[in-house]
């Protein structure tokens, strides 16, 4: 299971969300759209406006989701 954090500096719920998942325990790699123009496109055409926007294979949401990484680290387990 590929974890994906789409991310951007001084953004406080994609802190959050980092922090919530490593505190679970979950491995996720960190996109970050100012560096990485083509992601913020990949996010417009999946419909998202705001970040962080976390993927798991066909899953995503936006936004700090303590209960879906809860749910992601209990699938984990």
């Keep these: 299971m590929t974890i994906r954090v789409y991310s951007a500096a001084a ?3 994609c802190l959050a969300t980092c922090r919530e998942m490593e505190k679970r325990g979950l491995s ?4 970050n759209v100012d560096e990485t123009p083509a992601a913020r496109e990949d996010l417009a ?4 406006r705001q970040l962080p926007v976390v993927t798991v294979g ?3 949401w936006s936004g700090f ?5 809860r749910e992601l680290a209990g699938a984990t387990a």
Excluded at 28 to 31: C, K, L, Q, S
Excluded at 45 to 48: D, I, K, R
Excluded at 65 to 69: A, G, K, S, T, Y
Aim: aromatic share 10%; charged share 20%.
């Design 11 to 13: 953004c406080v719920q």
């Design 28 to 31: 996720y790699t960190v996109i």
């Design 45 to 48: 055409q999946l419909g998202y």
């Design 58 to 60: 066909e899953s995503h």
């Design 65 to 69: 989701r303590p209960d879906r990484i």
